[in-house]
Each structure stands twice: as structure tokens, then as C-alpha cells.
């Protein structure tokens, strides 16, 4: 069984260009859902997506947009990057909107300079 | 969605048990405990979760207080690798979403 991976685990951007952070979901894993975690905080719900569809945002700007595919594998985009931008990004995936675990990838870094 | 409060730190030594609390006063009915811990420079990892009884998996052991206000994760022997994040969470189990709401959580460290 592989479990969530994520990819680049390391990235470093300027102001104001576009970044793509990719997840592979736990295989069998129908949901995936993104996380920001700022340095010293706990991670923050972006949104999430059910079988390609977006389930739920938190409060962050339209700039933060994602796609699911039929894989289940997900990307997270992020338009003009500012800096607080900068976190370690995480997705999770589980076995439904309301399973009880949900399992996470080791993270993407995000640094914007 | 409710709150939970956890004390910041808590310190235990290698091989004792360490009970980490949580507060939760405005739980619902339909919430459930959820927690998570992270170890440093990785993603959080499931622990345990319940919802009315105590639970016990091959990881902790939680227990939940009758009135569902507060809860306990219960490690029954400390090690080295259990230093990590610990975060309480209550998730809604009667809703349609399955976001985790994180606060800062508590942080272990475990003395040899």
C-alpha cells in the first residue's frame, strides 16, 4: 500500500508568480484535502475534493485554486504568490468526506522570496 | 466548530506514561475527538479518534470524560520518537465536510 506523496518537496518562488503543488492520494483514497502550516502554527484547511469535486473551502483568496482528477490525484495552484505564502503545504487523503483518519503526505515547502 | 484547549508544552521521561489533556467545552453531540500528532519535519499522523467511549488502539489509549467536556490521549510508555505535536481536534460527525480544524496543539518532549 503507497502512501501519500507529494511533490516538489522543496520550492522556492518570487512574488507574483504561479505555483503547482502535486499529491498522490493512499491508493483507494477518494478525498483529498489541502493544508497550509505557517512556521510554528497548526496546519490551515484550504479546501478539499471529493471525486473531482471541490467539498468544502476554508477562508483563503480565489488565488488558491485546485483540481482532483480521476486518479484522485490532486494539485494545488497558487496565482501571485506573495510572501506570507511562504508555509509548508500539506495534503491528506481518506476514504470519504467524513472518514475518521485522514492521512497525510510529508509536505511541500514553500518559500517566496 | 467547537474549540479545544490543550496546554502548550508537557515534558515526560522515556518509558513512563504521559497523559495529555484536552479541553473542549462547547462540544455537540455529533463531534467527534480526533488526534493527530506531527513529528518534526513531517505531516500529522492519525492517532486515535472516539466519540463517546473510551478507545485504545496499538498507538494511545483515549479516554473521554462522561460529560464529553474533557478528553485524555493516553501513551502508556513514552519513547524517544513519540516528542512531537500533539493536536486535539473535533470534527462534526454529522456534517459534509471533512476539514480538520488544528490549533497549536501541545508540544512533548521525551527525556532519556
Known sequence: ETGVTQSPTHLIKTRGQQVTLRCSSQSGHNTVSWYQQALGQGPQFIFQYYREEENGRGNFPPRFSGLQFPNYSSELNVNALELDDSALYLCASSLGVAAGEQYFGPGTRLTVT | ?112
Open chain 2, 1 to 112: 466548530d467547537a474549540k479545544t484547549t490543550q496546554p502548550n508544552s508537557m515534558e515526560s521521561n522515556e518509558e513512563e506514561p504521559v497523559h495529555l489533556p484536552c479541553n473542549h467545552s462547547t462540544i455537540s453531540g455529533t463531534d467527534y475527538i480526533h488526534w493527530y500528532r506531527q513529528l518534526p519535519s513531517q505531516g500529522p499522523e492519525y492517532v486515535i479518534h472516539g466519540l463517546t467511549s473510551n478507545v485504545n488502539n496499538r498507538m494511545a489509549s483515549l479516554a473521554i470524560a462522561e460529560d464529553r467536556k474533557s478528553s485524555t490521549l493516553i501513551l502508556h510508555r513514552a519513547t524517544l520518537r513519540d516528542a512531537a505535536v500533539y493536536y486535539c481536534i473535533l470534527r462534526d460527525g454529522g456534517g459534509s465536510q471533512g476539514n480538520l480544524i488544528f490549533g497549536k496543539g501541545t508540544k512533548l518532549s521525551v527525556k532519556p
